[in-house]
């Protein structure tokens, strides 16, 4: 099999034009989502979609909410497909809690919690009957713990032997505790998104509910059993006899996200937009602190009375060792950007942080350094190429992880410190060039060393490809085209078009290529052509306003060509590229695409989007994948079966039988487990399915909610038979927006999101 260069369209989210930034801040503040590349994408994609029936800003919150609830969801019970990067998990990881220097656990999206007894070197995933989020992790001594769980539904668990087991406690309330809290065993509070936080005097057996003067209230912290603090979206308030009265000690127009004290008298609250505010009177007063260098500070956390740490947006570690008045903010490599939701101080030197895409770090000495302690990466894979099912290279802006058993183990490439397009002419050699600036190197050791081709060059090269060990071609940014005849030691420029860029280029055979990409005047696609080894090169004609970001060949006849842009993004040739007709688009635009034969393609997009063809692209068919993020770039090898996917949080799937007998098909659960499986579509308009399995007979009650909680429609309730389940959910009657539709059974429960666009 011919497999040709694997690779993603131009990366998005890392520049952003100078408008898209007032637009970010915006819905950042209002939406309260801290991902800019996620909200840039967004906004790509409503400025590329029909305008005619959006309603500007409100319609793209509405996408914005849905993406950013949609992004997550790994369904366990789809087992054609195996998770192969990041480990133990791709999941983001909302808190972290150590018990001593051995123990420890981490939790977050889909009812993840993990176990370490070896400071973290290994995790152990520990069952608990939800996939809803974990928010909070606390722990009273080493057997007794606290977890707060849920989106909208408030669930807290509680384990008495160390975290192995975990009961439910569901307190029939809206959304999950961001915060909890204990002066000692028996008395806690947590706060639960609400104007409500909840109190227990009795460990866990009860809680009550304390309404107070914060409107959204999401951290709290009690100095001894009477009094406690709670910090939310319209400031602090304190209570002084157990929660009977309230007063309010600082009023703020920005959010805050968390609260902590040392002791009665000092304590720290921050938030969002470099909101932190400390106290040394116990609240008397609040004054503000500068925190240069953090945007987002999701979590601050006394070590002792002089130290203190923050953790946030972007991977940003603060430090302080005057009790929170100046501080030093870093940004850890082992991060890599990524947002960091907790962090917890065990003692003098360990430090442990966790955050987006399964991030998890720890340092032992006091965050002066970072090791992570999760394999291979976490950021976002934009570039691959396998050269053949059990070798292949991947890579995010900034660095490079291979694999030399079939994606069992993904190990990183320590030589090279940049991503981008890759191409390899075996195992062990290739070429790597760098995403954003002039740079090419080669290795002919496996990424164990590079050597330095060209340095400096004045634009970024987009693709590479070789037709040979000597023989090779690279376009650029600018629309320019180098080739080179010894390996990479001399590059000549062979082609230039003014005023555009190439983004692929695709040979059908030794001399016959296509580039790729757009051209300004007249404005459209760009196609060109040669058939010469690059000698000359002639543009084609394609009727188009979309830059063509993919290509692919199977033959000197037939190709393909794609847009990582919405509207009529998908074309084919089959006379050489001298008509380019129009065939379905993929929804919302490629990414990436591989064709095995003159009809059998694929191709991958947002929301966990891959697409199948049989008819050489009059129709695609959506295939089921575990995932709803992000997909960059794929492998298929049309023998073998052997696919990944790879994209967003440095995910890595693979499946050795293609998977590719059509959506749902993983999903129609052969387990033991109760399962509820992402409603398909999604988005929707205005009708979607939603299938659920239930592995033994019993009462089950499948109900839909809306963004506030409200239930709006029970599909389905009684006595069941064990089995599958579908429903069908209409949603004519219902405004555009974020739903929640949630499975409840004497043994189980669990939400997934979904989200209607009309």
Known sequence: MKQGKKKSTIAKGYRLAPDTHQVIKQLRNELKCSQDWLISEAIKFYRQSDKKNINGMKKLKILLIGISFIFGGLVHSQTNWVWQNPKPTGYDMNAVCFINSSTGFMGGANGELYRTTNSGINWVRIQIATSETIQSICYTDALTGYLGAGQFSCLMYKTTNGGLNWAEQNLNMQYGPRSINFINALTGVAAHQSTDILKTTNGGVNWAPMTTSITYNAGVWMTSSATFYSAGSTGITKTTNGGINWVTQATISGDLLTICFTDSLNGIAAGRNSLMLRTSNGGINWNPVTVSGMYDIYMVRYMNAANVFACGQGGAVGKSTNGGLNWIVTYPAETYFNVLYSIHPLNSNDIYTSGSYGTICRSSNSGTTWGQLFTGINNELYYSHFTDDNNGYASSFNSIIKTTDGGANWTKLTSISFGGPVYYRNANTGYHVAMSSGLLYKTTNGGTS????????????????????NTGYLVTSNAKILKTTNAGTNWLQIDSTVDAFYADIFFSDSLTAYVSGYKNSPAGALIKKTTNGGVSWTEQTI???????????????????GSNSSGQNFFRTTNGGLN???????????NDMYFVNENTGYTCSLFGRFYRTTNGGSNWVQLAVPVDYTLRTLYHNGNSGVTYVL??????????????????????????????????????????????YIPNDGYAKLTVYDITGKEISVLIEGELKQGRFDADFDGSNFPSGVYFYRLQTNEFSSTRKMILIK
């Open 450 to 469: 590079f050597t330095s081709l060209i340095t400096g060059y004045p634009s970024s090269f987009r693709s590479i490809y070789f037709t040979s060990d």
């Open 543 to 561: 009727s188009s306003t979309l830059a063509i970001t993919s290509l692919h060949f199977v033959n000197n006849n037939t190709g393909f060509a």
């Open 580 to 590: 380019w007709t129009a065939g379905a688009s993929v929804n919302p635009y490629i």
């Open 647 to 692: 994209g967003a949080g440095g995910m890595i799937l693979k499946s050795t039988n293609g998977s590719v007998t059509g959506f749902g098909q993983n999903e129609n659960s052969s387990s033991h487990d109760f399962t509820l499986m992402q409603n398909y579509p999604n988005p929707f308009n205005p009708v979607t399915k939603i299938s659920f």
